[in-house]
């Protein structure tokens, strides 16, 4: 894992101030002398800059985005606690962690610290830019802001906003932190045992009754109590727990709250979609709860050279990290075909 330290204060939308911002990246490859076989992945909610690591078979050796042919970059997102500055790094003016005072940023504050390390890094074109979920509202967000940088997009299982029922969601799931009475406490595990209740919400949305059913049903018809669904919901949110941090959590799902493209732009969202006109690969899930495939096919429809895939999978939202074999057969037939 790399560092980029910005001693320059970075002003959020909302007006707060970070004094400084620490930015966690990896890359994997080389830049070729051309300069033109960047690909930089965007990350969801709970994931981190080790992307081989959580997209394996989409990225890494022998895959369609290999090493060998790319130099990838993922960056670890402000907010979150795999490095980059987030409630548990330390506040310059107090000497102490954020905590729960870390400032509220969004998508598109993201957006701007992944800027300046592009900046950093040198790095003037970026061959494609792709992601899934709360990583697509990144993308979109920087086709956007830096449309000249970027030449192609690779999008699945996201929206161009969030929408009403993703609001209320990430609202339930906060909800479920601050009932936990410690989660404002000054401790990095501070509402842990809401976290676990949020990610057993969010679990529902990623999955769905299909998969659910089909997996965590008991075979013992007299069972009365401790029954497998429930082990694997608390199983799922133990594992979280001991991984991730709840503050963090509760800033980030307001950040994918903040997602809409049309924001302070002054054009509907589908105008703003007609100004990304790099050519974009979309992919939808046919039982995602979370993100629609109508979600995929609205901005399908709105972007001047897109092309939608759907792909048929039982396991809902979290079929962008389980469907591998079928993402990279569809990316690799699109990937060939770019000029």
């Keep these: 894992m790399n560092y980029f330290n910005s001693d320059e204060p970075f002003i959020t939308e909302s007006g707060e101030t970070l004094p400084t911002l620490t930015i966690a990246y990896d890359t994997y490859g080389a830049l070729n002398s051309e300069k033109n076989n960047v690909v930089w992945v965007c990350h969801a909610l709970t994931s981190n800059s080790s992307v081989t690591e959580w997209w394996p078979g989409v990225v890494g050796e022998n895959t369609v985005i290999d ?29 102490q962690p954020y905590y729960s005072d870390f400032p509220m940023i969004t998508i598109r504050d993201i957006v701007r610290a992944l800027i300046m390390l592009r900046q950093h890094l040198q790095i003037d074109n970026i061959f494609l830019l792709m992601a899934g979920s709360m990583g697509g509202y990144q993308v979109l967000e920087w086709a956007v802001m830096e449309k000249e940088r970027i030449e192609n997009l690779f999008l699945i299982t996201t929206s161009a906003a969030e929408s009403a029922w993703g609001i209320a969601i990430h609202t339930a799931q906060r909800l479920a932190i601050e009932a936990d009475s410690t989660w404002k406490d000054k401790s990095a595990t501070a509402g842990k045992f809401g976290l676990k209740a949020a990610r057993a919400i969010g679990l529902l949305t990623y999955r769905n009754y299909k998969i659910l059913v089909e997996k965590q049903t008991d075979p013992d018809v007299e069972k009365i109590d401790n029954f497998k669904a429930s082990s694997y919901i608390n199983y799922q949110g133990d594992k979280l727990v001991k991984r991730f941090n709840a503050q963090s959590y509760w800033l980030l799902t307001k950040a994918m709250d903040s997602h809409n493209l049309a924001r302070g732009r002054n054009k509907t969202i589908d105008e703003v979609l007609q100004t990304i006109t790099q050519k974009t690969l979309i992919m939808g899930i046919t039982s995602d709860l979370l993100c629609p495939v109508d979600e995929q096919k609205h901005i399908a429809d709105s972007l ?18 389980i469907e591998y074999e079928k993402i990279s057969y569809y990316l690799s037939k699109w990937l060939s075909g770019l000029k």
């Excluded at 090493?67 to 000497?95: E, L, M, R, V, W």
């Excluded at 001047?304 to 990290?321: C, K, M, Q, R, W």
């Design 304 to 321: 001047p050279n897109a092309t939608y895939i759907e792909i048929d999978s039982s396991y809902g939202h979290d079929g962008f990290l």
């Design 67 to 95: 090493p060998a042919k790319y130099f990838i970059i993922c960056a670890n997102i402000p907010g979150s606690c795999y490095g980059s500055t987030g409630p548990i790094s330390i506040n310059p003016g107090t000497g």
